[in-house]
């Protein structure tokens, strides 16, 4: 084959291949759709394979030298990762991150959903008699509410707060884990979670302890719940586009849905640091409940501004 043939067969394809690679720069992979990406992949290994052709039969040739710089740019586009710097952690979690969390609010929604709808009804039915405590909640975690004549939570903090906080980060990492259940086993983990803490609070709620527990719970609790919703949200997503993959195959759909979802849970992480870091000094300390409860608001005010971040219009759906 002539230089002059090999070129007029494959210079459409060289020139959509390039064209892509443009966009790519020019648009960001954030703003590429996946069609335009597994295009660019399938034209990489046609233009590879010509770029081999073209070294073989006309080295050194003006035709080898401009398929030697496209396929080079295409295999930066694939395989070239930016380094990891201070900037590009805070727009991760200044900007990536809430943008993602507020595109998936309907998944955010269910989750907390879910779980206060099952809260409501373990302290209702806890509230109604205390022993239907036990349909709820394991013994030890009973045990470690120690209730006094006075109508008072003496509370066993130190067995408590360990408790609380072991299960809640078991209980954020099983949300998003058991999304590939298509959901089901985040919708059980949710339901199974607000059980505890509606029957708990009703528990403290009877004995006249509302405004310790409260303090107790609160400060952290915020904090570790927002975690969880997130997780939640996360294991939804993925159940949800396992369900429903649309355009795409359900393994290219959940590839896509996990990694959005493993952006959510780079969020819930710190979270929990957070929360077992205000666990550890702000809830055992001697501050009055009232300056507990008004801290704990504050973190919710936090949480409100942060998520803001992500409210730009072009991000929500």
């Keep these: 084959m002539t230089e002059d043939r090999f070129i007029h067969m494959h210079s459409n394809t060289w020139k959509q291949f390039e064209d892509i690679l443009n966009t790519i720069q020019k648009k960001g992979y954030e703003k590429t759709s996946f069609s335009m990406l597994r295009t660019l992949d399938y034209l990489y290994r046609q233009v590879s394979g010509h770029l081999a052709y073209a070294q073989t039969f006309f080295p050194d040739s003006e035709v080898y030298h401009y398929l030697n710089n496209i396929v080079s740019r295409g295999h930066n586009c694939f395989y070239t990762r930016k380094k990891n710097s201070i900037g590009s952690i805070l727009f991760f979690y200044l900007k990536d991150v809430p943008r993602t969390l507020i595109s998936n609010w309907r998944f955010f929604a269910i989750s907390c959903a879910l779980f206060l709808m099952a809260s409501l009804f373990s302290f209702a039915y806890t509230w109604q008699d205390t022993k239907n405590a036990y349909v709820f909640l394991p013994e030890q975690i009973i045990e470690g509410l120690q209730i006094k004549e006075q109508g008072n939570t003496g509370w066993n903090h130190p067995i408590m707060s360990g408790i609380i906080m072991t299960n809640n980060i078991r209980?954020?990492?099983?949300?998003?884990?058991?999304?590939?259940?298509?959901?089901?086993?985040?919708?059980?983990?949710?339901?199974?979670?607000?059980?505890?803490?509606?029957?708990?609070?009703?528990?403290?709620?009877?004995?006249?302890?509302?405004?310790?527990?409260?303090?107790?719970?609160?400060?952290?609790?915020?904090?570790?719940?927002?975690?969880?919703?997130?997780?939640?949200?996360?294991?939804?997503?993925?159940?949800?586009?396992?369900?429903?993959?649309?355009?795409?195959?359900?393994?290219?759909?959940?590839?896509?849905?996990?990694?959005?979802?493993?952006?959510?849970?780079?969020?819930?992480?710190?979270?929990?640091?957070?929360?077992?870091?205000?666990?550890?000094?702000?809830?055992?300390?001697?501050?009055?409940?009232?300056?507990?409860?008004?801290?704990?608001?504050?973190?919710?005010?936090?949480?409100?501004?942060?998520?803001?971040?992500?409210?730009?219009?072009?991000?929500?759906?």
């Design 171 to 317: 209980v954020a990492l099983l949300a998003f884990a058991y999304g590939i259940s298509i959901g089901i086993g985040t919708i059980y983990i949710l339901l199974q979670n607000g059980f505890i803490l509606g029957s708990l609070s009703a528990l403290a709620m009877k004995q006249g302890a509302a405004l310790v527990y409260w303090s107790l719970i609160l400060p952290h609790g915020i904090i570790e719940l927002c975690a969880i919703f997130i997780s939640g949200a996360a294991g939804l997503k993925i159940g949800y586009r396992l369900l429903r993959p649309g355009q795409y195959s359900r393994k290219d759909a959940l590839v896509i849905a996990g990694k959005e979802a493993l952006k959510l849970m780079g969020l819930v992480v710190p979270m929990l640091i957070i929360a077992g870091i205000i666990e550890g000094f702000i809830t055992p300390s001697s501050f009055s409940p009232y300056s507990k409860l008004a801290f704990a608001g504050f973190t919710f005010l936090l949480l409100l501004a942060y998520l803001s971040l992500g409210c730009t219009k072009k991000h929500v759906s």
